[in-house]
């Protein structure tokens, strides 16, 4: 009985392990999500452009996207649906401040998807 559920135990938490890998394996931080980001958000958000001299959110590098506008972070890692980015790539908040600002075109579902799972997957710098 005892073996049995140690067994049971460890294949739980290898299976956690495998598929915690596997939904990571196949996005990349410098491949996948940035080409996304700079499209997206970069001209307004470097220096010197009102989205960065407003918000003090630069999206230039993995260390400006993790750090955040001058109130705090808008990645939380492992937690997409609470992260600020995401609620606003998704226009999930006021439309007044829905991102991209403006006439740019909304991001398609696949390029949210990429920032999502990015972020679920602990926000990885690789
Ligand atoms: C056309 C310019 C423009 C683009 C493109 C743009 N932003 Fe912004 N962003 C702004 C401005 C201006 C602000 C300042 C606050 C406001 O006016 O809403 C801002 C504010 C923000 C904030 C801070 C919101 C807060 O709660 O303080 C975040 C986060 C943000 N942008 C993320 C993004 C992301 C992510 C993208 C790309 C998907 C993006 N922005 C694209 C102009 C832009």
Redesign the pocket.
């Known amino acids: 009985m005892r073996i049995a559920s140690i067994i049971a135990a460890g294949l739980v938490v290898s299976l956690a392990v495998t598929a915690g890998c596997e939904r990571n394996q196949d996005l990349s931080f410098a491949k996948d999500v940035k080409p996304v980001?700079d499209e997206?958000?970069s001209?307004?958000?470097a220096k010197g452009q009102?989205?960065y001299e407003?918000?003090g959110?630069a999206?230039d590098s993995y260390a400006s996207l993790l750090k955040g506008?001058k109130?705090g972070p808008?990645v939380i890692p492992g937690d997409s649906f609470n992260s600020?980015?995401v609620v606003?790539?998704e226009g999930r908040a006021d439309p007044?401040?829905n991102?991209?600002?403006?006439t740019?075109r909304e991001?398609r579902s696949e390029e949210i998807d990429i920032i999502r799972r990015w972020i679920d997957g602990g926000a990885m710098n690789d």
Do not use: E, Q
């Not at 991102?99 to 403006?102: E, I, L, S």
């Open positions: 980001i997206h958000c001209n307004c958000h009102a989205g407003v918000s959110f999206s506008t109130f808008v600020t980015l606003l790539i007044s401040i991102m991209p600002h403006g740019l991001l």
